[in-house]
């Protein structure tokens, strides 16, 4: 092993990938631009998409309630609601999402409530759609209303205070500081981000360096030179390597610009909105989900092996094919092996234990979001850093066993 | 000065079984001269020369190149040899100075040493016009012109050339054959693998015929000429292999 020639090789890939545009886009494009874009382009469509749907008055009918002309009345006033002429076709119109819900007021209704209790009304709505969502809620918030005035006015006339039927409130409160907030709503998606990108970025290099130089020819170029092959595959090895950990570093750094950003929007526009609502009027700068920067250190430092790992083993893989396209075929579906043990991670209710601690990928996403929540197990984080360092260093060995194999460089 | 006894070189093949490509070869290149390894596709000329530099190693026998032998001392081989091959290609998104800058590095050259080498490299080439551009865009002649610098830059003792004008143009292999003809003049031992009778007439002082992974035979041109009784170079290597039958046969496998 020589340190220069190591360097050289590194110097040189370097040069050659940042020249590659495919491997540019991976390794630097995507990572940059995917965590605004998800934050910015699919938050704000999504927030526009809920917003339009609670700004429409959805359209709702009365099925019934001839012979209670008072609540029929009381609701064709609602300013939230929208009666329109009932048809007799009023289920095949909620399906057809003409009308969001209909509502059944049952015969003898208003009748049925003075003499004490009245049959069920029955609220029609289509399930799962949003927009007929917003007109149940707004349908029941009504009945709600009817039925405390009700209660209300029958203690009245008795002379009973209201307490006898609610005898005490019910409220909550958030306690757990913003960052931990944050930890948790994006402790599961930050590791899953990263170990994909750690991963995407290293595959364009990887399959360039290796199948990609076999198909133009200059592998064989490169091997008549007289630096020791370990030397060649550790050099372009840290070239893979660069690659993932860029693709890495690109990403957090963007993402926290990002909700830095989206933080100073929030602040700025939704500010007079949320200093209106009394019980959220903490500064609405903190309010936002911050992450905690020791959190995001300690993911940086955990992803370290774990990006040694990716880059090891897919450098092998692509090793072994003859071309970038044969070379694509292989590593393209190991994303889905990646991204299985990612997902599950993220999963609530899975928590870290010492046999978790030694599958690789999934002890990460676990010890991640467990970071990014303020929360240090060391026994467990020593235990994953320990196991990932040897898997790596595994990989490694059989990176560079493989390019020292005839049957492997030279495939033809 | 090159020194192959008893090479032999065995693959192993899901469909055929083992295969031994390049079977008890023994043959020596002496400086100042060139060795003309003649032989049909898949003859194991191109086996035989990466067996020299040291890209594969033999299953059994062994070989000196420039002193130093391919097994025990395989970079200091390659230290003192310049490969190009067909299939010896250039990093298309280098120019052709960084390029031959990289294999001056990995040859441990101090880089004032590989400044003046590519400069003197460049004037005796004709490549100053396109030195600074980038290999992807090249003719086949100026990549041709920056491979030969590119195994020149060390200055190596041995050449070996495995089918240097394949696929070229007339124009272009024609400087190949010249450029191959200097490295001769300037004392270095050139070893020389091809399947074009004119280019071993043209070229080699003593030629080798390699057919179905053995030397089959061995000579200068005249004295081949004379053991087999024929003038042209093309009936002599179709008698040394055993006739066009057996020709057409090792083609078959």
């Known amino acids: 092993m020589n340190l220069h020639n190591i360097f050289t090789v590194y110097l040189k890939e370097l040069k050659d990938t940042l020249r590659d545009r495919r491997s540019l886009m991976s390794m630097i494009i995507i990572p940059t631009f995917v965590m605004p874009a998800l934050t910015f382009g699919v938050g704000k469509i999504a927030a526009g998409v809920v917003n339009k749907a609670r700004e429409e008055i959805p359209a709702v009918m009365i099925v019934g309630g001839d012979d209670s002309p008072g609540v029929a009345a009381a609701l064709r006033q609602d300013k939230k609601l929208k009666v329109v002429p009932t048809g007799a076709d009023w289920k095949q119109q909620i399906s057809d999402k003409k009308v969001r819900a209909a509502v059944l007021i049952p015969a003898g209704f208003e009748a049925g409530l003075k003499a004490g209790a009245a049959d069920s009304v029955v609220i029609y709505n289509y399930d799962g759609e949003l927009k007929s969502g917003f007109a149940v809620s707004e349908l029941e918030k009504f009945f709600r209303d009817l039925r405390d005035q009700t209660v209300t006015a029958r203690l009245a006339e008795r002379a009973l205070p209201a307490t006898l039927v609610k005898p005490f409130d019910l409220r909550r409160e958030n306690v757990a500081a913003p960052e931990k907030v944050g930890g948790n709503l994006l402790g599961g998606i930050v590791p899953y981000i990263i170990i994909i990108l750690c991963f995407t970025g290293a595959m364009y290099p990887a399959m360039d360096l290796t ?30 390597l660069t690659g993932s950990l860029s693709a890495m ?67 092998t893989v692509a090793l072994f094919a003859k071309s970038y396209k044969e070379a694509q075929s292989y590593v393209a579906p190991m994303v889905f092996l990646i991204i299985m043990p990612a997902v599950v991670g993220m999963l609530p209710g899975i928590d870290l234990n010492a046999r978790l601690a030694l599958v690789p990928i999934l002890n990460l996403s676990l010890v991640c979001k467990e970071m990014l929540s303020g929360i240090w197990h060391w026994n467990y984080i020593a235990l994953i850093f320990g196991s990932s360092c040897v898997y790596a260093a595994f990989a490694l060995m059989l990176a560079v066993k493989m390019f020292n194999r005839e049957d492997v460089i030279f495939r033809a | 000065m090159i020194e192959a006894q008893h090479l032999t070189k065995t693959f192993k093949d899901k469909k055929r079984g083992v295969i031994t490509a390049v079977d008890d070869v023994s043959f020596t290149c002496r400086p100042g001269q060139i060795y003309g390894l003649l032989g049909a596709n898949g003859a194991g000329k191109t086996t035989t020369l990466r067996l020299l530099a040291t890209l594969l190693k033999p299953s059994s026998g062994h070989a000196t190149v420039a002193g130093y032998d391919v097994e025990r001392e395989p970079e200091k081989v390659r230290a003192q040899v310049g490969f190009l091959a067909a299939s010896t290609a250039l990093y298309g998104r280098l120019t ?81 054959v010249s450029f191959v003809r200097e490295c001769r003049n300037r004392g270095k031992t050139v070893i020389y693998s091809t399947h074009i009778m004119s280019e071993v ?52 496998n």
């Open chain 2, 201 to 252: 007439e043209k070229l080699c002082d003593t030629v080798g015929i390699i057919h179905g992974g053995r030397l089959v035979a061995e000579g200068t041109l005249p004295e081949l000429r004379a053991r087999f009784g024929e003038q042209d170079m093309e009936e002599v290597f179709v008698k040394a292999v055993g006739g066009e039958a057996a020709l057409v046969a090792a083609l078959k």
């Open chain 1, 249 to 315: 570093l690109l990403s957090l750094t963007s993402m926290g610009l990002s909700a830095m950003a989206a933080g100073m929007m929030l602040g700025g526009g939704g500010g007079a909105k949320l200093a209106a609502a009394a019980t959220q009027a903490k500064a609405a700068g903190t309010a936002m989900p911050m992450i905690d920067p020791v959190g995001l250190l300690g993911v940086v430092g955990m992803v370290l092996p774990v990006a040694v790992l990716f880059s090891a083993v897919i450098f």
């Open chain 1, 211 to 240: 199948a990609g130089e076999k198909e133009r020819g200059t592998m064989e170029t490169l091997l008549c030179s007289p630096v020791a092959r370990v030397d060649l595959v550790l050099g372009k090895f840290l070239m893979v």
């Open chain 2, 96 to 176: 052709a100075r960084e390029m031959i800058t990289y294999f001056g590095r990995l040859n441990g050259m101090t880089e004032p040493t590989i400044k003046a080498r590519i400069q003197h490299l460049a004037a005796e080439l004709d490549m100053a016009e396109f030195l600074d551009r980038r290999c992807d865009k090249f003719s086949t002649g100026m990549k041709q012109k920056t491979s030969i610098a590119r195994t020149l830059v060390h200055d190596p003792a041995v050449m070996i050339f495995d089918e240097p004008t394949l696929g070229l143009d007339v124009m272009t292999a024609r400087a190949i």
